[in-house]
């Protein structure tokens, strides 16, 4: 360093002699003090800074080659000084660093921006114009001036920001010639230092003697650190900040720095900061870093074992570096071996700890700094049995206000020990054990009972309301209905059915243990029509067999027969098992018999003619399809009547019977016209749909494409519109055939293309068909 400011004071003393200037001469020139120019041609002073370099060229009058060469000389010869501790002027090597790479790649696109400002500064400064951020040495920068670029990177505990950003660092060196100094916030101390105390920290990195520190007085530091910032190409690491109090007064106001913000918290209150949330890694990259740690010799003896271990992990690098530490100093250990170790959930915490390092410690920091409210939500979460939770919900465990709910969870999203995503929250899986043993420790078995009892009730009560949107007898809720969640429309019922699927069911599961079979068989009954829409959730022949075990030990035989039917419904529809399907609607008739209930009778001759269609016996499907028909029409079963002759379509269809088949496909429409809204709408959207799907299909085997397409359209819309994800997923492969076959190549992908992007709820079977087609359509 002081030979670099040697040769900068060389050159200045060269210029200034070359202009005739003394130094008093140049000092009144340029603004710039005897005693400063005296100090830095004899190299006792470090090189100056952009500013006072632009004074003194001015001073000098030097053309644009000049100006440059003194200010390229200035620039070689700073460099940061003393390290206090918490302040490195370069981060240590993170040798097993793996991933993020969309993560390295935004900060260095930031990284960039900070180098263009840079160089918009310089070609200002070359030319001799006022800097836009310049301001002579010890005055403010004045408003205005570039910011600084910052990047906040925040996550759960353990997600790996600090070694994320400290690579960065390394990897980014050389666009910061002016140092990079990583600064340790200490935000999870109980009393982190002070703003100002980190501040004096910095100066003193940049090479601040103590004499002007003092002269400066702590009320001069923060202009004396902003000055300084300003002026250097620094890379500045602002590591586990607490909150935005303790970053705002650290960043810069201007220049053409880079600043990285790490935290637990997501600093919302900051303001122009670039946001990089960091979650787990990825399946694949929590594996390569076990390797890394352990070898790979161990690990690809066993790879299944290793991605348990990861998976067991959750793929939280903090978790990671403990169970590959732990393999990695107990040689003889297998990974299988660690694997079954990790299994037991109840273990897991107390065996991802590795010497002084504990994964439960990492995540007890952040606990401890949570509000009462928030941490006992926190606490209490861990009874939700689902993925996640709306906040409505939520509340049932604690007995807050929908609105208090809110703000409690934010409090938890902002302190990183929660995630969400369209208004639903979710736990890392390893913060959910931790919350499970807090609650534990905390908490007496009575009330999480209690909690739990509350959330379960409402759920189940909630369940009722919106399944009832689609049952013919119910529909829309009781007018003056209140309640925490929004079921004004069939749509909105639909979406909070779906989002809580899991919770609702574990209630249900709860419901059953305990023995509250009304209960049990009340939810399943609100949920008959609606299960038409979700056919493929996976989980109606557990909801159904449930009710008809809870209905069975009612002792009430139409309760049992209604249920026994609905189970055969869903064997048959969800899961393709035929025979069980039989078998169920034959019990369900014999029920039904014994109730003397003609409804239920006809509805088990129903499921009994489909399951025969489905093993191709289409005499007894005919068969049972005219008993059932014949009883709905005696009862005045308009919805059941209406699938009796659906399934007739279908079986003339199934019997070659192609023109038939059609004409009942299309008498049907007729009917559905003729009835009008005797038909309850959702049954009506379903059947039509359904009857379009095989009208088309009909249409399609004797060539008939222009029809057979325009019903097939029709089709997807009606499923569509209805949510009925399932049911379009059947259509959109029929569409794609049909317009394959008519020649609409372009057409056809898109049908299938739609198909594949339906997601969970579409018929699995349908999207194999699909991606088999675009394979076709491919060759």
Not at 60 to 84: Q, V, W
Not at 532 to 538: H, K, R, S
Not at 542 to 560: K, Y
Not at 611 to 625: C, K, P, T, V
Request: proline share 5%; charged share 25%.
């Amino acid at each position: 360093m002081a030979e670099e400011s040697a040769a900068f004071g060389a050159l200045l003393r060269e210029l200034r002699l070359g202009a005739s200037l003394t130094i008093e001469g140049l000092a009144e020139a340029s603004g710039v003090s005897v005693r400063g120019i005296g100090d830095l041609e004899r190299g006792r002073r470090a090189a100056p800074q952009r500013r006072t370099v632009a004074a003194l060229a001015d001073g000098l009058g030097l053309d644009e080659k000049d100006r440059e060469r003194l200010l390229a000389a200035a620039r070689a010869g700073r460099c940061p000084g003393y390290s206090p501790p918490g302040v490195r002027a370069f981060p240590r090597g993170i040798h097993d660093f793996v991933g993020r790479q969309p993560e390295l790649a935004r900060l260095a696109e930031l990284a960039d921006m900070a180098a263009r400002r840079h160089l918009s500064a310089d070609r200002h400064l070359s030319a001799g114009q006022p800097d836009p951020g310049a301001a002579a040495d010890g005055q403010p920068v004045r408003p205005g001036a570039e910011q600084p670029v910052v990047a906040a990177v925040s996550g759960p505990p353990g997600t790996g920001k600090t070694t994320l950003a400290l690579h960065a660092a390394r990897e980014l060196a050389d666009r910061f010639p002016d140092g990079q100094l990583v600064v340790d916030l200490r935000g999870m101390d109980d009393v982190p230092p002070e703003p100002a105390e980190l501040m004096a920290g910095v100066l003193k990195a940049l090479g601040v003697a103590d004499r002007v520190l003092a002269k400066a007085g702590p009320q001069g530091h923060p202009a004396l650190y902003r000055h300084l910032l300003a002026d250097r190409r620094c890379l500045l690491v602002l590591d586990n900040a607490r909150d935005e109090a303790q970053v705002r007064p650290l960043l810069p106001g201007a220049g053409a720095g880079m600043v990285v913000v790490t935290s637990r918290r997501m600093l919302t209150g900051l303001e122009s900061v670039h946001r990089l949330p960091l979650g787990e890694l990825g399946a694949a990259e929590a594996a390569a870093f076990l390797t890394g740690l352990v070898g790979a010799e161990r690990c690809d003896a066993d790879p299944a074992a290793l991605a348990e271990v990861a998976q067991r992990c959750g793929h939280l690098p903090l978790a990671l570096r403990v169970a590959g530490n732990w393999l990695a100093t107990r040689t003889g250990w297998s990974v299988r071996r660690l694997a079954d170790r990790l299994a037991f959930e109840e273990r897991r915490l107390d065996a991802l700890a590795a010497g002084d390092v504990r994964v439960s410690a990492a995540f007890d920091l952040s606990y401890r700094q949570l509000t009462p409210a928030a941490a006992r939500l926190f606490r209490r979460l861990a009874l939700v049995e689902g993925p996640d939770v709306g906040a409505a919900c939520a509340a049932r465990l604690t007995g807050q206000s929908l609105f208090e709910a809110e703000d409690t969870l934010e409090e938890l999203v902002e302190a990183g020990l929660l995630g969400t995503e369209r208004d639903r929250y979710r736990f890392h899986d390893l913060l959910r054990l931790f919350a499970r043993s807090r609650l534990e420790a905390e908490e007496s078995a009575e009330d999480a009972t209690r909690a739990r009892a509350a959330m379960h009730r409402w759920l189940l009560e909630t369940a009722v309301v919106a399944g009832r949107w689609y049952e013919p007898e119910h529909g829309a809720p009781p007018p003056g209905r209140r309640g925490t969640v929004d079921l004004s429309t069939a749509d909105r019922a639909r979406e909070w059915l779906q989002a809580e699927g899991d919770n609702w069911l574990a209630a249900l599961r709860a419901a059953a243990t305990a023995g509250q079979h009304a209960t049990v068989v009340e939810v399943a009954e609100a949920m008959h029509w609606f299960s038409d829409l979700w056919i493929f959730w996976g989980h109606w022949p557990e909801v159904f067999g449930t009710a008809a075990r809870s209905a069975q030990a009612l002792g009430d035989p139409l309760l049992e027969a209604t249920q026994l039917n609905y189970h055969a419904w869903a064997l048959l529809m969800c899961e393709g098992r035929h025979h069980d399907s039989l078998a169920r609607s034959a019990e369900a008739l014999a029920a039904a018999q014994r109730a003397d209930d003609l409804p239920q009778q006809a509805w088990a001759h129903a499921y009994a003619a489909w399951a025969h269609q489905m093993l191709q016996d289409f005499e007894s499907a005919a068969d049972h399809n005219h008993r059932a028909a014949r009883l709905f029409e005696a009862v005045g079963d308009l919805h059941g009547m209406l699938h009796a002759m659906h399934s007739s379509g279908i079986t003339q269809m199934e019997l070659g019977r192609v023109e038939a088949a059609l004409d009942s496909f299309l008498n049907t429409l007729a009917f559905m016209d003729q009835a009008g809204d005797r038909i309850e709408p959702h049954v009506a959207q379903v059947t039509r749909g359904s009857l379009h799907m095989c009208a088309g299909g009909a249409c399609a085997r004797t060539g008939r494409w222009d029809e057979a397409i325009d019903h097939l359209r029709t089709s997807v819309g009606l499923c569509r519109d209805s949510g009925n994800t399932g049911l379009e997923s059947r259509a959109l492969v029929h569409l794609g055939k049909a317009l394959l076959a008519a020649g609409h190549g372009t057409e056809a992908r898109d049908a299938f293309t739609r198909c594949l992007s339906l997601g969970p709820s579409a018929d699995p079977e349908s999207v194999t068909k699909a991606r088999q087609q675009l394979a076709h359509c491919d060759d």
